[in-house]
């Protein structure tokens, strides 16, 4: 299994940017797939997440109406667009994937695949 993001990088506030999370050894139509960010001196957190088999999508009411995910089983990648950044927004955003039980939502699936996350900075 391996995750790779990509689409990281500085951005000025009230920008847009797509993140992309290339995956191979897993099944979308099947696992789930989670963002989270960490920024500087703060916990990691989830913020979005597209579940396997439902295809069902949760936003954290943190980021919730900034947050847009989206999936293409073709090209194994699930992006997620961040609209209107703000420089709280700065930090490691990572893919997560793993697969759900039985009627589970995509919060409570152990991920246990993760790539190795993208910087993005919001600054002037």
């Known amino acids: 299994v391996q995750l790779v993001e990509s689409g990281g990088g500085w951005v000025q506030p009230g920008e847009s940017l797509t993140l992309s999370c290339t995956t191979s050894?897993?099944?979308?139509?099947?696992?789930?797939v989670a963002w989270f960010r960490e920024a500087p001196g703060k916990e990691r957190e989830g913020i979005s997440c597209?579940?396997?088999?439902?295809?069902?999508?949760w936003y954290a009411d943190s980021v919730k109406g900034r947050l847009t995910l989206s999936r293409d089983n073709a090209k194994n990648t699930v992006y997620l667009q961040i609209k209107n950044l703000e420089p709280e927004d700065t930090a490691v955003y990572s893919c997560?994937?793993?697969?759900?039980?039985?009627?589970?939502?995509?919060?409570?699936?152990?991920?246990?695949?993760w790539g190795q996350g993208t910087q993005v900075t919001v600054s002037p």
């Open positions: 050894g897993i099944n979308l139509d099947l696992d789930s």
């Open positions: 597209i579940n396997g088999n439902d295809g069902s999508i």
């Open positions: 997560a994937a793993g697969r759900p039980i039985v009627h589970s939502t995509c919060q409570t699936v152990p991920y246990a695949s």
